[in-house]
C-alpha cells in the first residue's frame, strides 16, 4: 500500500532566506579570509602589529571564527535551508524562526567582531566567546533546530534522504559540544572562567575542539555533499548502503579522537592510547563517504572537464580525503612527537578548511544562486580563473607550511655530537621559517583574489537575473496510513522514516565516547595526582594571567613541556598533572611560534621582562614579537579582584575569605615589590601599570615544580 497520496498540494519554497545566507557567506568569507591574510603577514612582518586591538594574538582568534562560524556557518545554512525544503516537499517550519536564525547568527558574528580585538575572550580554542555571546549562540542553535524538526515533521516525503541524517547529527551534536565546553562561572559582564581546571579542562576543551570541526565543518558539508554532487553531476548517489555504514561509523568513532591533540602531555595515557585508536579507526568511515562521493561521478567525468563547479566539488573532497588520511597520521605517537606545535599542522587545518569547506561552498553558491535568480552565471571564465586561483592558492599555502612544519619538528630535536641542542637558541628556528611564512601568505592573498572575483560575478549574476523569493512547488500530500513494501522492509528504512529516533540513534553515538572518556578523568583522582607544593595564584598574578588572555598569548606560547629530551634540555623539567589543578581556564596551547613558557618563571630578572615586552628585539634580536607599549602605560584595574577570587573559590580554589578580605593589600605590595626590584635594575615604573601584573605572573609560571625539587634536595 503506498504512502503517496493522490491530493496535490501546492506550497512555495522560501528562496529569500537561502539568498540572505549565501550573500552572508559571501560578505564574511571575504572579511575573514582578508583577516587570514593580514595574520599570516604580522608572522614575517611585526610592524603590522598596529594598535593594541590588531596584534597577531587578539586577532588570530578574531580570523578563526570569522572563516568558522561567519564564513562556513552561513554557508552551511545556505545550503541546508536550500536543500531541506526541496527533500522535504516543505517550506521551511516559520518564516519568522528563519529570520530570528539569519539576523540572530548575523549579530552573534558581529558580537566576536568586536569584543574579541578588546582582548574580552576565554581563551578556548575555536570557542573563545564569552559568556552573553554563548548564551546567544545556544539560542539561536535551538531556533535552527526547532526550524529543521518543524519542516522534516510537515514534510510530504515519507523517506529521509541521507543528507538530512548528516544535518540532525550535526544539530544535537554541535549542541552537545557547545554547551558541555561552555560552562564557565561568570564575573562580570565579559569576564568568566572556565567550570574546568588544568587536565580536565584541556580533555574537554579538544573534545569540543576535534569535534568542532567533526561535526560543524564536516558532517553538515557531507550532508551537502551527497544533495548538491548528484544534483551538479545529474547522477544518483553511488551506494545507499555505504552511505548508511559512512554514517553511524562516522558519528560514532569522530567523537572519541579528541585527545590526539593532547598526545605526550600531562593528560593521562589511557586516554591519549584512546584517542589514537579511534583517530586510526576513522579512516575507515572517512574514506568511505569519500569514495561514496567521487563515484558518484562515475560515468560524468566528461562534465567534470567542462564545468568548472564540478571541478570544485572533486577538488574539495578529494581534499576531503586527504585531510582525513592525514589526521589519524597525525595521531601517532612518533608522528605527532614531530609534527605537534609545529606549522604541520596549520598545513593540515588549512588543506580540510580551504579545500573541503572553502571549494564546496564555492560550488554550492554558483550552483544555487543562479537557479533561485532563474538566471546564468555571469562569466563562466571567471568561475574557471577562480577555481584555479583558488587550487594555487591552496598550494602555496599548504606545502610551505608543511616545509616549514618539519624543519621546526627537526630542528627542535637536533642535538650536536657532544650531546648539547644544536640550535639552542628557539628564535634560530623562526629565522629559518620566514620564507615560508611569506609565502603561506602569499597564497592566502591568491585564495582570497579567488573569492574577491567570486563574489564580483555573484552579485553581477544576481543584478542580471530576478529572485523568485517565493518558488512555487508541488507534491502529494503525504498519507497517514503506510505499510512498507518491497525494498521499504531494509532494516535501516525505520530510522530513515522517524526523525526523533534518527536524532536519539545519533545521541547515543556521541554521547558513548564522550562518558568514557570524560567521567573516569574527572571520578577518578589518580587522573590528576596531587603536588602539595601547587598553591593559587596570588591577586596579582591572577590579574597578570588575565592580561595574558587578554594579550592572546596562548596563541603563540604554550605552557606545556613534553616528556622528550629536546625538551627539557631546552625548557626544563617536563610538566606534571598536578601543576595545573587551579588553571581555570588551561593556557597549554597548541602551536608554538615562540618557545614553551611554563617553565619561564624566575629564568630571567623582572627587567628583561619588561624590557621584552616593551621592545622584543633588544632582548631577543631578529624576534617577530610585537611590542606592546600599553602595558607599560595603562593602569592595571583591580576594581574586579575579589569577586575573581570569589569566583575562583566557587570553583575549588583555596583561597579562604582572609585571603579575599586582603586582596587588594597584598597585590598593592606584591606590585610595589616588583616595581622596587624594577628600580634596582634600573628601570622607573609605577607599580599600578598593567606591566608589574604581567611580570608577577611570567615569573610564577612554573615555579611549583621548582620548590618540590628545592625541598626534596634539603
Known amino acids: 500500500m503506498s504512502a503517496i497520496s493522490t491530493h496535490i498540494e501546492r506550497f512555495e519554497y522560501d528562496n529569500k532566506i537561502v539568498r540572505n545566507f549565501a550573500v552572508a557567506t559571501i560578505i564574511w568569507g571575504i572579511v575573514g579570509m582578508l583577516v587570514g591574510v593580514i595574520v599570516a603577514s604580522q608572522l614575517f612582518k611585526p610592524e603590522l602589529n598596529v594598535t593594541q586591538y590588531g596584534t597577531f594574538g587578539r586577532i588570530r582568534p578574531l580570523h578563526t571564527n570569522a572563516v568558522i562560524f561567519a564564513f562556513v556557518g552561513n554557508a552551511i545554512f545556505m545550503g541546508v535551508y536550500y536543500s531541506l525544503q526541496r527533500l522535504c516537499k516543505a517550506r521551511m517550519f516559520s518564516d519568522f524562526l528563519s529570520k530570528v536564525h539569519f539576523w540572530g547568527w548575523q549579530l552573534i558574528i558581529v558580537a566576536a567582531a568586536v569584543t574579541l580585538p578588546l582582548g574580552l575572550t576565554s581563551s578556548k580554542e575555536y570557542a573563545e566567546l564569552e559568556w552573553p555571546i554563548d548564551i546567544a549562540i545556544t539560542l539561536i542553535w535551538v531556533v535552527f533546530g526547532i526550524n529543521m524538526f518543524g519542516t522534516i515533521f510537515k514534510r510530504r516525503e515519507r523517506h529521509l534522504y541521507v543528507a538530512i541524517w548528516f544535518y540532525i547529527a550535526t544539530f544535537i551534536t554541535v549542541a552537545v559540544l557547545h554547551v558541555v565546553n561552555s560552562f564557565e562561572l561568570p564575573v562580570s559582564m565579559f569576564k568568566s572562567y572556565s567550570l574546568y581546571a588544568g587536565v580536565q579542562d584541556a580533555l574537554v576543551q579538544w573534545w569540543y575542539g576535534h569535534n568542532a570541526v567533526a561535526f560543524f565543518l564536516t558532517t553538515p558539508f557531507l550532508g551537502l555533499m551527497y544533495y548538491y554532487l548528484p544534483k551538479m553531476a545529474n547522477r544518483p548517489v553511488y551506494s545507499y548502503k555505504l552511505s548508511i555504514l559512512h554514517f553511524w561509523a562516522l558519528i560514532f568513532i569522530y567523537i572519541w579522537a579528541g585527545p590526539h591533540h593532547l598526545l605526550y602531555t600531562s593528560l593521562p595515557d589511557w586516554a591519549q592510547s584512546l584517542g589514537t585508536v579511534f583517530s586510526i579507526m576513522l579512516i575507515a568511515p572517512s574514506w568511505g563517504g569519500m569514495i561514496n562521493g567521487l563515484l558518484t561521478l562515475r560515468g560524468a567525468w566528461d562534465k567534470v572537464r567542462e564545468d568548472a563547479i564540478l571541478k570544485f566539488m572533486v577538488v574539495g573532497v578529494t581534499s576531503y580525503g586527504m585531510a582525513t588520511f592525514e589526521g589519524p597520521m597525525l595521531s601517532l605517537k612518533n608522528v605527532n612527537a614531530i609534527a605537534h606545535f609545529t606549522d604541520w599542522i596549520v598545513a593540515h587545518v588549512h588543506v580540510g578548511a ?145 526523525p526523533i529516533p534518527l536524532l536519539v540513534g545519533s545521541l547515543v553515538m556521541i554521547l558513548v565516547g564522550t562518558a568514557i572518556e570524560l567521567i573516569p578523568t574527572f571520578m577518578v583522582k589518580s587522573n590528576v595526582e596531587t603536588i602539595s607544593a601547587v598553591q593559587p595564584y596570588t591577586a596579582l598574578e591572577l590579574e ?148 608589574i601584573a604581567m611580570i608577577a605572573y611570567l615569573q610564577r609560571i612554573g615555579t611549583d615544580i621548582k620548590k618540590t625539587e628545592t625541598a626534596a634536595n634539603q
Open 354 to 498: 580551504l579545500g573541503w569547506n572553502g571549494f564546496l561552498s564555492f560550488a554550492i553558491l554558483y550552483w544555487l544562486l543562479p537557479r533561485i535568480y532563474h538566471t546564468t552565471i555571469y562569466s563562466k571564465k571567471l568561475v574557471n580563473v577562480h577555481f584555479w586561483l583558488g587550487t594555487l592558492g591552496i598550494l602555496f599555502y599548504a606545502v610551505p607550511m608543511y616545509i616549514s612544519g618539519f624543519t621546526q619538528g627537526m630542528m627542535w630535536k637536533d642535538f650536536t655530537p657532544e650531546g648539547t641542542l644544536k640550535y639552542g637558541n628557539f628564535l634560530e628556528t623562526t629565522l629559518q621559517i620566514l620564507p615560508m611564512h611569506a609565502m603561506r601568505a602569499v597564497g592566502g592573498l591568491i585564495y582570497l583574489t579567488g573569492a574577491i572575483l567570486m563574489a564580483y560575478n555573484l552579485f553581477k549574476t544576481m543584478a542580471q537575473g530576478s529572485l523568485e523569493a517565493n518558488e512555487p512547488a508541488e507534491a502529494p500530500a503525504l498519507e497517514v496510513a503506510y505499510t512498507p513494501t518491497g525494498s521499504d522492509t531494509y532494516w535501516h528504512r525505520w530510522f530513515e522514516r522517524k
Open 544 to 691: 597578570g594571567r588575565d592580561l595574558y588572555i587578554r594579550e592572546g598569548c596562548v596563541s603563540c606560547h604554550s605552557q606545556m613541556v613534553r616528556p622528550f629530551r629536546s625538551e627539557t634540555e631546552r625548557y626544563g623539567q617536563y610538566s606534571k598533572a598536578g601543576e595545573f589543578v587551579y588553571d581555570h581556564p588551561f593556557l597549554w596551547g597548541s602551536k608554538r611560534t615562540g618557545p614553551d613558557l611554563h617553565r619561564e618563571g624566575g629564568k630571567y630578572p623582572d627587567s628583561w621582562h619588561y624590557h621584552h615586552m616593551r621592545e622584543p628585539v633588544s632582548m631577543s634580536p631578529g624576534s617577530i614579537m610585537p611590542p606592546y607599549p600599553w602595558l607599560l602605560e595603562q593602569k592595571l584595574n583591580t576594581s574586579d579582584i575579589e569577586s575573581k577570587m570569589k569566583a575562583m573559590q566557587k570553583l575549588g580554589v583555596p583561597y579562604d575569605a582572609y585571603q579575599i578580605q586582603k586582596a587588594q593589600e597584598d597585590l598593592k605590595t606584591q606590585a610595589e615589590g616588583i616595581a622596587a626590584n624594577l628600580a634596582k635594575e634600573g628601570v622607573k615604573v609605577s607599580s599600578d601599570k598593567e606591566i
